[in-house]
């Protein structure tokens, strides 16, 4: 059995704010794609609802979408956000990936 990734509180709490004020508040999809540097690639974006197939993560009131292709190259990973001195964004900390980019949106398994 696969174990979903973790998403911690500071991304939910990030996610809450970009939706405050919104008549519709929209959930944060993390997907995986082949590209980047390194071989895969982060796709984290804001949609509206949900596919039928989707693995829902819940919390704060906020949902974190992972697509089923995209869950065995998340497993155990942590969904977080950063606010650094070189920008704000929502990070993956990944114990699947053996390499990474500088910046952090590819990797190798």
């Known amino acids: ?9 500071r991304a939910f709490a990030r996610l809450a704010e970009i939706n405050e004020g ?3 508040p929209q959930a944060l999809r ?5 590209g980047g540097c390194s071989g895969f690639q982060y796709d984290i974006k804001l949609e ?5 197939d989707d ?5 704060a009131g906020q949902k974190v979408l992972i697509d089923p292709v995209s869950l065995p190259f998340l497993e155990n990973a942590t969904i977080d956000f ?3 001195l070189i920008g704000a964004r929502f990070v993956i900390e990944n114990p699947n990936a ?3 980019c500088g910046c952090g949106i590819s990797f190798s398994m």
């Open 1 to 9: 059995m696969q174990l979903p990734p973790k998403v911690t509180d």
């Open 82 to 84: 950063t606010d650094e």
């Open 30 to 34: 993390v997907a995986v794609e082949g």
């Open 48 to 52: 509206e609802s949900a596919a039928s």
């Open 55 to 59: 693995i829902v993560l819940e919390g």
């Open 98 to 100: 053996s390499s990474s």
């Open 22 to 24: 919104r008549d519709a």
